[in-house]
């Protein structure tokens, strides 16, 4: 307020100053030409020459736009409309892109008369509407685009694309089927199509489009396997709800060679492929898998394993415990191959060592039971209790007779 204030006075002096100058020093100009003379004030002089150099600027800049324009007086208006349109179309989309929907829809709507194909208005309009829950206007505004350019393909892509945000999978997979012959002229659709099988579960689907995304670098390499491991994931998932057996490792076979020595993919699947009855064949591949890449999460799960022979199990983990001596889990798989042998007392000792190296809340409790089992109450009891503050990381806190240490003590 006081930076106007100071702005206005600066302004009302600066103009008394100006009209005391006139009143006391008013100068003289006179131009002559031929018999022809003009006498005027030199403030009166100033002000026309001001005046006719704004007239010719103003002159010369419309010479410039009729000559953009073709030449014509129509060209210019129509000229000079499509820029004002342009420009509220870029306006729009800044506010799209900052998240103001309703500005946004105003200011594309606004360009349309100003422009000769407002098609992208229209859809620019639909999506901020669609972001502001008004499916009717989202319906106007994507009508309003096919009759004014007869773009049906990119409106059906447009229209998909904001079913699919809006968890109507089944109806977006509807128009996209409608544009599957044009899948090489939008690559859009192939990507879009991907996230529809993938909301509707149809996932031998998406391990045929796959390739071809991956070929077009349609999406980006992460995306794409986790996509390929989710898919295959699920249809192993299905095979073994299905109960047959042959069909379950048909689809591990099916799967691409990279992906069969994921960890991940190989820790769903041997359970599942172990739970069919196929134990011997999930034996060959966690060993096969482990004479690959060493994994605790699969020698935990050769642990597990009930096979048809407990003693091979054993002597194979006996050779892996030669280069993997200080490995927890070897060690507790080991305990566990051990009981399976009935051998207890080495059962035992691998159990101890297995501690000794990393206590873990699974180790202990292997370990209780068995004590508890060979009559050593006591010491399972100890095992037991060690196992679940290990589990639950309790806090220290004070207990009955006794007392935490003081700080600085």
Known sequence: MRRIFFILLLGLLAAVGLVTLIETSPGYVLLSWGKTTI????????????????????????????????????????????????????KGMLAFAGGNWERCRRLLLQAVPNLEDPTLNYLGAARASNKMQDPAKVRQYLDAATNVSGATETVALTRAEMLLDNGEA????????????????????????????????????IVKLLPTALKRNLLPPAKLDQLEFKAHLAL????????????????????????????????????????????????????????????????????????????????????WLQQHQQD??????????????????????????SIRVEPTAAACAELARLLFNLGEREKSAQSYRQGLLLEHDLPQLPQPGKQLPQPGK
């Open 39 to 90: 006498e005027t004030s030199l403030w009166v002089g100033l002000l026309v020459f001001a005046g006719l150099y704004i007239l010719l600027h103003l002159a010369v800049g419309l010479w410039r736009r009729l000559r953009e324009s073709g030449g014509s007086l129509a060209g210019w208006f129509k000229l000079r409309s499509e820029k004002k349109g342009r420009r509220l179309t870029e």
């Open 170 to 205: 089944e109806l977006a997979l509807a128009d996209l089927d409608s544009l599957q012959k044009r899948e090489r002229r939008y690559p859009q659709l192939l990507v879009l199509r991907l996230r529809a099988c993938e909301a509707l579960g149809r996932w031998q689907e």
């Open 236 to 319: 192993l998932q299905e095979a073994a709800q299905a109960g047959d057996s042959a069909v379950l490792v048909a689809v591990w076979a099916a799967c691409p060679a990279p992906l069969k020595k994921d960890e991940r993919i190989l820790q769903a699947y041997l359970p599942l492929l172990t739970s069919a009855g196929r134990t011997q064949e999930a034996e060959k591949l966690l060993v096969a898998a482990l004479k690959q890449q060493w994994s605790q999460a699969l020698v935990s799960q050769y642990g597990l394993l009930a096979g048809d022979n407990p003693g091979k199990q054993l002597k194979q983990a006996e050779i």
């Open 328 to 353: 927890s889990v070897l060690l507790l798989c080991l305990g566990r191959l051990s009981l399976r042998n009935e051998l207890w007392g080495m059962a035992r000792e691998y159990f101890e060592s």
